[in-house]
């Protein structure tokens, strides 16, 4: 079955420190992968997509994603981390051959230590 | 600006009752959808409208209904079939082109009294 694993239900890391969030998933080809990102109470923002080509994608934020065909892996990263990243962080992958059906991750919740 | 409305915010249900949620986007999108999220689970498919006038079941479909009547609108009715309809309700929507990505609305919070 088509999933998405996001192992880290609780990070927390100090302000200006770095960061990677991990998401695997489970398809039977290569999909597109999404991370969003969701404030409280507030919808999910897209930080960046990966469809082809360079497997180092840059998006929004200063967040950056590597996907490794390999490890069906698809983990988010940010340098250093500023008070305001605190949030959910959502992992998405969609089938290429599918343009409706996006299967979410359970998400990772960040804490930001002053 | 464009972008996807929903409304209410915080909605209240009583026991047996149904209601609505709005959905409304100016971004000319095609496709629309309706999540469901409930904490540590992510977000689930109700519903989606690839087009006006016709949509599809998503995985959590029971207990709730939808219309596509504009290529605007995408009310979501939780009806009184939805024995644990307390939860976050997320509209999003997309363009019908290759790869585009689905935005997101503000959400609406569902309580039941």
């Known amino acids: 079955a088509q999933s998405v694993t996001q192992p880290d239900i609780h990070i927390t890391v100090s302000e200006g420190a770095s960061l990677e969030l991990r998401c695997n998933y489970s398809y039977g080809a290569t999909p597109y992968l999404f991370w969003y990102v969701q404030s409280p109470g507030q919808g999910l923002q897209l930080l960046l997509k990966y469809f082809s080509g360079d497997t180092l994608v840059q998006g929004i934020k200063g967040f950056e994603a590597e996907f490794k065909r390999s490890q069906s892996s698809f983990n988010l990263r940010k340098p250093s981390v500023h008070w305001s990243d605190a949030a959910e962080y959502f992992c998405?992958?969609?089938?290429?051959?599918?343009?409706?059906?996006?299967?979410f991750g359970s998400g990772t919740r960040l804490l930001v230590r002053p | 600006d464009g972008g996807i409305t929903q409304s209410p915010k915080y909605l209240f249900r009583k026991e047996g009752q149904n209601v609505t949620l709005s959905c409304e986007q100016n971004l000319n999108h095609d496709a629309m959808y309706w999540y469901r999220q409930d904490p540590g689970q992510g977000l689930r498919l109700i519903y989606y409208?690839?087009?006006?006038?016709?949509?599809q079941k998503g995985d959590i479909a029971e207990g709730y209904s939808v219309s596509r009547e504009k290529k605007e609108s995408f009310p979501l009715t939780v009806t009184s079939a939805q024995k644990n309809p307390t939860a976050f309700y997320l509209c999003?929507?997309?363009?019908?082109?290759?790869?585009?990505?689905?935005?997101f609305g503000d959400g609406t919070r569902l309580s039941i009294l």
């Open positions: 998405a992958v969609r089938a290429k051959q599918s343009s409706y059906k996006l299967i």
């Open positions: 999003a929507s997309r363009k019908n082109e290759g790869v585009q990505p689905q935005h």
């Open positions: 409208s690839q087009i006006v006038n016709d949509f």
